[in-house]
């Protein structure tokens, strides 16, 4: 194991790059529910305006796989530093991008082509990161505290989402709701360039992955490692989606759909439905860290299980709080929502990690989160206003939430842990299982 000065460098280069990696792409989703569908899609009408803004969230998650298998392909060839460092770099540039992009008022039908291309670029970015980051952690992490260490890179989604919002709420408390439409909506996003200046320094500082390095001085690597994950992990590969699909469609509903729901529908201000997503988020922070946590001494399942039947049975109550309109009860509907948020999360850096050997584990865990988000968020702020329209009522979302919730409980019970003394082992990269499986 790594001396624990270097352990703390990966584990804060974790935390902060992953922050900044989500900052970028939730401030394009609070943007594609605020701003979006008036600045680059005004032709189509307000409705099918935010549709089509709401749309574009949903194409970079059709490049996350490929993002995942690039980034898996090189991180499991030659090594996860350079590729959490390439991925942050691709993420702001193409966040900056949107920051500076003309509108349609200016350029006419290449703004929102532009805007899709950026979004793209994004999705490749987030596709990649997620894995890097966990492994990162994960493989840092003394024996007994992998889903502890590995919640670092999991906080930076809720804090991501945290400071995002805060600063929309910010940047629109400053301005008119002119003033925000015509520049103000571009300061989060140029603001970027601090923040990925800063997690660049922070990430190019930190040393290679112990495991890796087990594996370059074994010559244990792969030369095709996302063959080797269909053909030998498919069971493994399955289950791992479907852990992730409603935990990623329910993030997406506290990130995206429910502020326009707020302001649209139910005719909040901007300002409160920031404050109320703020307040999911740090629920959702303080149940991933508790979820990793308690995920070491109960084993990843259990937390698992417990976490996707709180999202079940809070499908409904939820939207009914919401539908009242009072501020209170709708912050005690985030608020509840984000424990079970966290408890699907908090622990799955850990559990992937596991389930895949050292020699192929970016790829997989990277191309199980990207196909798990495609089939779970990537149109799950559409979707949500989709059904809204069509049956007039919110609870259509709710059974939208239960339905993945269901899938997801299949995964769970699907999911085979391993003793904890074969699962260490195993994560190092020096049981007689995976030396097996490396050399084969």
Known sequence: MSDQRQVRRVLGASLVGTTIEWYDFFIYASASGLVFGQLFFSPL???AGLFASFATIGVSFV???FGGILAGHLGDRFGRRGV???TLLLMGVSTVGVGLLPTYASIGAAAPVLLVVLRLLQGVSAGGEWGGAALMSVEHAPHGKRGYYGSFPQLGVPIGLLIANGVFFTVSGLTTREQFLSWGWRLPFLLSIVLIAVGFVIRYRVDESPVFDELRRRRARRSAPLGVV???HPREL???IGLFMANNMAGYLLIAFITAYGTRTLGLSTATMLLIGIAGAVSWGFATLYAARWSDRVGRKRVYLVGTLALLVWAFPLFLLLDTANVGLMVLAVVVFGIPLGLTYGQQSATYAEMF????RYSGASLAYALGAVLGGAFAPLLSAYLVEVTGTSLSVSGYIAVLSLITLAAVLALRERPAAE?????DGTSDDEAVRAQA
């Open 45 to 47: 009408g307000p409705t």
């Open 357 to 360: 050997p050292a020699a192929v």
């Open 63 to 65: 490049v996350r796989p």
């Open 423 to 427: 699962r260490e082992a195993f994560v």
């Open 238 to 240: 399955l289950v791992g």
């Open 84 to 86: 959490l460092v390439a």
């Open 230 to 232: 269909l053909r030998r």
